[in-house]
């Protein structure tokens, strides 16, 4: 049986984000019945463990030669990685495999693969699950508004220098794909945003997500009692918000949002799932009906889907996000910026609806009209239950991988 190594240059926790949950769920969606590779799940992690998660799959965790914690104090509290030029105890390890498979192009793990590649004659692929380039441009943009105004000014308004630095980013992303047979790219990513020449585009394949229809579904919830476990009133309208409740996940954004609606005299109350990063802001923002709910359990996040009235997700920065996929199984209405949800809606106005300026005001504009026409609310419902119909994580894995990796062994 031919061994695939997967290179998931993050950690290993029970918080972590979509880039992680989408190699967890494919493994233990398949772990009981997987024959066609043997797949060892490269992560980070405190110490060096192994773990046994099906017949032919097998979980590692690497401990960080130079984790990115150290750039917590400058404010970068994206999930962490490593940001030491190679790792020699992964690149050994690799030499066992018939295929890498990395998962980044920019870090550690991505790195090392590119030399055991070389050196010991194995196929390189690769899929794109994070916009990295698009994260960095924001972080360092925030560092440089914490300097003096007059160097922000010449540093960021002057020399460009965030700008400079995400597409230095996007040109390393460009020729990581060169040394690859394949690069998996989600199905809903304009290529015209990486400027891929085309001899790139000639080795990129689309790549979608799945979703656990026995989890996210339209179901019959106790609504009484749910509204009395968060504490919400039957006259309040509720808005959910799922996702790391940061700035940069729209989170503040959505605070404002809130609280414009309360002082139009609406009553609402908006849900917010997820690990805290900014929620004591938001709370400062928008007041003690913004509920913090933390990380809960997916069966929960259903619920809550079932529950709200609209699903609001205004982050910018999304390759493709999971949670507008596990919405819309559940026939909830999603609100999304075109930048990021946008790239799981069909058509606005039909299956959810993409607001394209990011103006708060608008936003709270759509969301009234919405709570006023429950004709459209129950079109949209209507037909996004008839019409969406995602794959499952083992058909994501069988369709866009499984099937790349038999062509590159032929």
């Not at 979980?59 to 490593?82: E, M, N, Q, V």
């Not at 994260?135 to 440089?144: A, D």
Request: net charge positive; charged share 30%; aromatic share 12%.
């Amino acid at each position: 049986m031919k061994k695939v190594a997967i290179l998931v240059d993050l950690e290993l926790t029970s918080i972590a984000g979509g880039h992680v949950k989408f190699w967890e769920r494919i493994c233990y969606s398949i772990k009981d019945s997987y024959k066609d590779f043997h797949l060892t799940v490269f992560f980070l992690g405190g110490k060096f463990t192994k773990k046994q998660v099906g017949e032919n799959i097998v979980f590692y965790t690497l401990k960080p030669i130079l984790s990115s914690k150290i750039l917590r104090p400058l404010g970068i509290d994206a999930d962490y990685t490593d940001l030491f030029p190679m790792n020699l105890k992964l690149f050994f390890l690799l030499k066992k495999f018939d295929i890498i498979h990395s998962t980044d192009q920019l870090f550690s793990m991505a790195k090392t693969a590119i030399l055991a590649s070389k050196l010991w004659k194995i196929p390189l692929t690769t899929s794109l699950h994070t916009d990295a380039p698009a994260y960095t441009e924001y972080y360092i943009k925030k560092i440089f508004n914490k300097l003096p105004k007059f160097l922000g000014y010449i540093f960021i308004d002057k020399l460009l220098i965030h700008k400079k630095i995400k597409e230095r980013q996007r040109i390393k992303l460009k020729n990581y794909l060169y040394k690859c047979s394949y690069g998996m790219i989600n199905d809903k990513l304009s290529l015209r945003r990486f400027k891929f020449p085309p001899e790139l585009v000639k080795k990129i394949c689309k790549l979608s997500r799945g979703v656990d229809i026995n989890i996210f579904k339209r179901k019959k919830i106790n609504r009484i009692e749910l509204l009395k476990k968060y504490g919400i009133s039957r006259n309040e309208r509720i808005i959910f918000f799922c996702g790391r409740i940061h700035e940069l996940k729209g989170a503040t954004f959505l605070s404002k949002i809130h609280k414009i609606l309360q002082r139009k005299n609406h009553e609402v109350v908006s849900i917010f799932a997820g690990q805290n990063i900014h929620g004591e802001k938001c709370q400062t923002i928008g007041g003690k009906k913004i509920k913090l709910i933390g990380h809960v359990n997916e069966q929960e996040i259903s619920d809550l889907y079932n529950l709200c009235d609209l699903f609001v997700f205004p982050s910018r920065y999304e390759i493709g996000p999971q949670v507008v996929l596990e919405a819309k199984s559940c026939g909830a209405i999603s609100i999304v910026s075109p930048g990021g949800g946008g790239k799981r809606i069909s058509v606005s106005g039909v299956d959810g609806v993409i607001i394209n300026k990011y103006d708060p005001y608008i936003w709270v504009e759509e969301i009234i009209r919405l709570f006023n026409d429950k004709k459209k609310i129950s079109f949209m419902r209507k037909k996004i239950l008839s019409d969406f119909k995602p794959p499952s994580w083992k058909e994501v894995f069988d369709i866009y991988f499984t099937s790349k990796w038999k062509e590159v062994l032929k």
